[in-house]
């Protein structure tokens, strides 16, 4: 399962600390104007070292276009992107090889496949998340030309809704050899109605899986979400006049289809895995051990996932344009 998508499909590729990491993507259509300069922006706000609250591991995260564009526009062919790993410090997790780390895919990971990547996770990393940004980058500029545009932010960081008492927040659970989790709200405006295909094929489905796979993510909701189960019919639906919707409690979404307002998604996004605390774990022997995790760690890792879930919300909304395109055609730049 390392292939997004049904008619826009992205297939990454890479490991944490392997030589590169990258993307396939196959079924973009042709005449995109696409360079390296719109795609690098997007690995920038996710790049780490960025900010003393975030990992310290240096990546310039430099995009290379290797296939499926000719003069700065794409031509239908596959397109592959990749960048690669400059700043790897391996023996950081030599302690973990035999080790379990608490909240970390390591246990289920050899569960899985009898063995496991221990450096930095492997294929498991967060790091994995560059080439899904690198091709939402890609559906980005796709996207643009019909007046659809992406937008995300952080909403609260460990309770915290105000900017200063997020980083107070962040910073003392570093400090505290701790991390937090939060709250990342993505908004797609433009999108037009009639996306999405009942009944296995519902966009909100779509939308909800594309985030779930997000490695920090621990849930998700679209417009009131959970908050729907404490309110009335009359207050939850949204009634529609002459000039459209008055409200948007559904988020965007009805039925599974998309109604033209707003696509409204937000994540909860757990702390980071990755502490100093002593936590208790056990070792492939199945004995139990005491594990501080040392290395470059984000302290909260929710401003870096908006980069990533505005491009999978991208993908996922360019995926069901161009599915719908089959019944009205989607035309070009």
Known sequence: MNTFGRNFRCTTFGESHGKAVGVVVDGCPPGINLTEADIQPYLDRRRP?????????????????????????????????????????SEDYDALRDIFRPGHADYTWQAKYGLRDHRGGGRSSGRETLARVAAGAVAVRCLAPHGIAIRGRVVSVHGATEPGAMEAEIRAARDAGDSVGGIVEVTATGCPPGLGDPVFGKLDAAIAGAMMGIG??????????????????????????????????????????????????????KP??????????????????????????????????????????????????????????????
């Open 216 to 269: 920090a993510v621990k849930g998700v909701e679209i417009g009131e979400g959970f908050a729907a189960a404490g309110l009335f019919g009359s207050e939850m639906n949204d009634s529609i006049g002459k000039a459209g919707f008055t409200t948007n409690h559904a988020g965007g979404v009805l039925g599974g289809i998309s109604t033209g307002q707003d696509i409204v998604v937000r994540l909860a996004v």
């Open 272 to 333: 980071t895995p990755s502490i100093r605390r002593v936590q208790r774990t056990i070792d492939l022997a199945g004995a139990e051990r005491g594990i501080s995790v040392e290395g470059r760690h984000d302290p909260c890792i929710a401003p870096r996932v908006v980069p990533v879930a505005e491009c999978m919300l991208a993908l996922v909304i360019l995926d069901a344009m161009l599915e719908q395109a089959k019944y009205r055609g989607f035309g070009g730049e």
């Open 49 to 89: 070292g960025k900010s003393p609250l975030a990992s310290a591991r240096q990546e310039a995260d430099r995009v290379e276009i290797l296939s499926g564009t000719f003069e700065g526009r794409t031509t239908g062919a596959p397109i592959a992107l990749i960048a690669r790993n400059r700043d790897v410090r």
